[in-house]
T-cell receptor, first 119, second 112 residues
């Protein structure tokens, strides 16, 4: 399977616990995104990477959220001291961005997501 | 933050009818994409239209882009029950890094 994979698929945790999610993008893709989605809403941008560099983190994201992509391949998203409001589907997507003078996005490939429930 | 706004929020049509969804955005873009999401599933890319294009077709899909009005439309012709899903437009802001952000989506129900 050469698609985007996310692990785990489901995570149930108690409020105050830390959780970490992993995303393995398509191997040749240099851009990786994290989004959060709640029922009936569109994906909300969290952060994204170009290779190993984190380009931007959403201003709406608290300091409890951190993401890494240490070798420009897989990425992890950690949430510290989880709150009930963190319950959502966390989506990862990857793409190949061509740099012909300026970056040009191509289509995103999404994983199946990690469903987080904070009790 | 969300860039695009889809209209309508929900749409219900009979099988065989055409479905039209609209998307408006705020900033200059390089391209606009449409994605589909079945209930409980991940998003699947449908079509991408670049800022210098005005119309694009893919099977039963037709997308238009009007950069002067900062708007796009997605037309699904001869709809099928299997087209029932949520549809999202996504734009990449014309900034130095071109992040892709999504609108709130249109929920389409196609009644057999």
């Amino acid at each position: 399977d050469t698609g985007v994979s996310q692990d785990p698929r489901h995570k149930i945790t108690k409020r105050g616990q830390n959780v970490t999610f992993r995303c393995d993008p398509i191997s040749e893709h240099n851009r990786l995104y994290w989004y959060r989605q709640t029922l009936g809403q569109g994906p909300e941008f969290l952060t994204y990477f170009q290779n190993e560099a984190q380009l931007e983190k959403s201003r709406l994201l608290s300091d409890r959220f951190s993401a890494e992509r240490p070798k420009g391949s897989f990425s992890t998203l950690e949430i510290q001291r989880t709150e009930q409001g963190d319950s959502a589907m966390y989506l990862c997507a990857s793409s190949l961005v061509y740099s012909l003078g300026r970056p040009t996005n191509e289509k995103l490939f999404f994983g199946s997501g990690t469903q987080l429930s904070v009790l | 933050s969300q860039q695009g706004e889809e209209d309508p929020q929900a749409l219900s049509i009979q099988e065989g009818e055409n479905a039209t969804m609209n998307c408006s955005y705020k900033t200059s873009i390089n391209n606009l994409q449409w994605y589909r999401q079945n209930s409980g599933r991940g998003l699947v890319h449908l079509i991408l239209i670049r800022s210098n294009e005005r119309e694009k077709h893919s099977g039963r899909l037709r997308v238009t882009l009007d950069t002067s009005k900062k708007s796009s439309s997605l037309l699904i012709t001869a709809s099928r029950a299997a087209d029932t899903a949520s549809y999202f437009c996504a734009t990449d802001e014309e900034t130095s890094y071109d992040k892709v952000i999504f609108g709130p989506g249109t929920s389409l129900s196609v009644i057999p």
